[in-house]
Nanobody
Framework: QVQLVESGGASVQSGGSLRLSCAAS????????MAWFRQAPGKEREGVAA???????SYADSVKGRFTISRDNAKTTLYLQMNDLKPEDTAIYYC?????????????????????WGQGTQVTVSS
């Protein structure tokens, strides 16, 4: 059973930066495609960024140029560097892993393609 634990959420002012981390259990495989999703109050959960085992990445248009997803395969740890944060980035951020095999269109950031989920970490951006 893959377990994912997020950390790094906090309250920051607009324009600030945060780095989220997601530690995966020993059962996670370094070949898993992993991603970050977020859910804002009153809204559906949406994909933010994803990365495959080769390091290829995909981003939602709303975060391109501001957020960077990366991974440390040796430690099976996923990161999300968030710069120039805006109030609309306020949400609970979730780490997700697809399991194997890698979804054909993992780059579309679709929830059903990701089998394992963390509990989430709160990010609040004030203006």
């Amino acid at each position: 059973q893959v377990q994912l634990v997020e950390s790094g959420g906090a309250s920051v002012q607009s324009g600030g930066s945060l780095r989220l981390s997601c530690a995966a259990s020993e059962y996670a495989h370094s070949s898993d495609c992993m991603a970050w999703f977020r859910q804002a109050p009153g809204k559906e959960r949406e994909g933010v960024a994803a990365i495959d085992s080769e390091g290829d990445t995909s981003y939602a248009d709303s975060v391109k140029g501001r957020f960077t997803i990366s991974r440390d395969n040796a430690k099976t740890t996923l990161y999300l560097q968030m710069n120039d944060l805006k109030p609309e980035d306020t949400a609970i951020y979730y780490c997700a892993a697809a399991g194997t095999p890698t979804p054909l269109r993992w780059d579309l950031l679709l929830e059903p393609d990701f089998a394992y989920w963390g509990q989430g970490t709160q990010v609040t951006v004030s203006s």
